[in-house]
């Protein structure tokens, strides 16, 4: 195989047979190399299938490589404490959550986790993974993330083992977020193309949204301020989840919180506006 492009030392896209493209993982696999060069196997640690490949080939092109490295070493800890295999998802999901995390604590926009307490309850080692995923993107990049981020990781580890729903819940989920979908598109007028990077980050935080309204958790901790702000900044992404709040108002006999809003319309935002260049 021969190396089409490398993202850093540990990281390529290689060339397979029949012109194919993989995700190639491995320390050192690209030190002192080039493109063209040929890639030593035995320093081949994983390989990503075509599908997820081209979602990370895509995904690295759009981020540090800073932040691939921590999701790269916390996954690597999460694999030496958990029992479950990880899905190779994961690598594509945690990756995209951290840069996504690391972005907004930058810009001063912080989100709390409404199912951060009873994810230290329920699901303790991978809560004490995320917490150690926390000092690691301190130590690594001086950036103090918050609490509330940890259980979020912790549920991108859950997510990524086996057997974290039940059948009916999966279904109910996958309905929700078909549905609010539809409302996105109907609402901006765009298509989503279902095999890009942006499209896939999207479902997946709508996935742990639907998880999150079917479980009844709710935040006591409202972030007035912040959902001022993000109003005013995207008033039609506000519109839009106006909508979405009266959808399950009727056929979810639920509704949104302030903060699960504020979740909303950052995530609309950005997937509207990737769809429209």
């Not at 491995?26 to 196997?41: E, H, P, S, T, Y």
């Not at 999207?202 to 993000?230: A, C, M, W, Y």
């Amino acid at each position: 195989m021969l190396i089409r492009k490398i993202f850093n030392n540990n990281v390529v896209l290689a060339e397979a047979e029949g012109d194919n493209e993989l995700i190639l993982m491995g320390r050192g696999i690209a030190f002192q190399k080039k493109v063209g060069d040929l890639i030593d196997k035995s320093k081949v640690d994983k390989k990503f299938v075509q599908g997820l490949s081209n979602q990370l080939s895509e995904l690295l092109v759009d981020i540090p490589q800073s932040h691939l490295d921590l999701a790269i070493e916390i996954i690597q800890n999460a694999k030496s404490k958990l029992s479950q295999k990880l899905s190779e998802y994961i690598y594509l999901t945690l990756t995209d959550h951290l840069d996504f995390a690391i972005t907004r604590t930058k810009n001063g926009q912080i989100l709390s986790n409404p199912l951060l307490w009873e994810i230290k309850k329920t699901y303790p080692t991978e809560y004490k993974i995320g917490q150690s995923a926390l000092e690691t993107v301190k130590d690594r990049l001086g950036i103090v993330l918050p609490e509330d981020e940890a259980g979020s990781i912790a549920l991108h580890l859950v997510n990524a083992q086996n057997g974290v729903h039940e059948m009916d819940q999966t279904i109910e989920i996958a309905e929700i977020v078909q549905d609010i979908l539809q409302i996105v598109k109907y609402q901006f007028g765009i298509d989503f193309n279902e095999d890009s990077i942006n499209y896939s980050r999207f479902v997946v935080h709508l996935r742990f949204f639907g998880q999150r309204l079917l479980e009844k958790q709710t935040n006591p901790h409202e972030s007035n301020d912040l959902f001022e702000i993000v109003r005013e900044k995207y008033p039609n992404v506000y519109d839009c989840v106006e909508v979405i709040n009266g959808y399950l108002k009727n056929a979810r006999n639920t509704h949104l919180s302030k903060s699960e809003m504020v979740y909303l319309m950052l995530h609309i935002q950005r997937v509207t506006d990737r769809s429209k260049k």
